[in-house]
């Protein structure tokens, strides 16, 4: 059942001030509607201008992340000083760095045959001229070519991609 009552305006705040005041007008306010009472006002600490600079030029404790990455068949060991670890992530990301997932041991079948971490395909061992290596395919290209991916990204691994 619905009345036709109007709504009340807000209420204000009565405990916040309506403009903030001067500490000549703080001081001269009565103690005895001061938030603090006088003996906790005078216990509260007081830092100097000094005592802020020092702080200020203090040392502060380093944070230091690192990882290993692969990178051209190299292991490279990256680290960021005084990084979170979205920033170091976001750095490395913007670097084209591997990402975590490929870095992970391969998954293999029983009878040990590896699968691609990427598109969780069973790879294929291939031979050619004297070279061997594991690879599946992902389709084929425009012009009828099969793509192949060795399961990691690289200029010899187009199928990565797709």
Not at 42 to 58: F, G, N, S, V, W
Not at 70 to 78: K, N
Not at 81 to 98: H, K, M, S
Request: net charge neutral; with cysteine.
């Amino acid at each position: 059942m619905a009345t036709d009552r109007p709504i009340p305006p807000p209420r204000r705040n009565v405990s916040a001030p309506a403009r903030p005041i001067s500490t000549a007008e703080a001081q001269a306010e009565p103690p005895a509607t001061r938030t603090f009472p006088p003996s906790e006002e005078q216990d509260l600490p007081l830092i100097t201008d000094a005592e802020r600079r020092a702080a200020a030029q203090a040392p502060r404790p380093q944070i230091t992340l690192s990882t290993t990455i692969e990178h051209r068949g190299r292991l490279i060991t990256v680290q960021g000083i005084d990084l979170t670890a979205d920033q170091f992530c976001d750095l490395l990301d913007r670097r084209g760095y591997a990402a975590p997932e490929q870095a992970r041991q391969w998954q293999t079948l029983p009878d040990g045959t590896p699968i691609c971490p990427k598109h969780h395909a069973p790879m294929r061992l291939r031979e050619k001229q004297g070279d061997s290596w594991y690879s599946h395919s992902v389709g084929e290209d425009a012009l009828g070519k099969h793509i192949y991916c060795k399961g990691y990204h690289g200029k010899d691994s187009p199928g990565y991609e797709v």
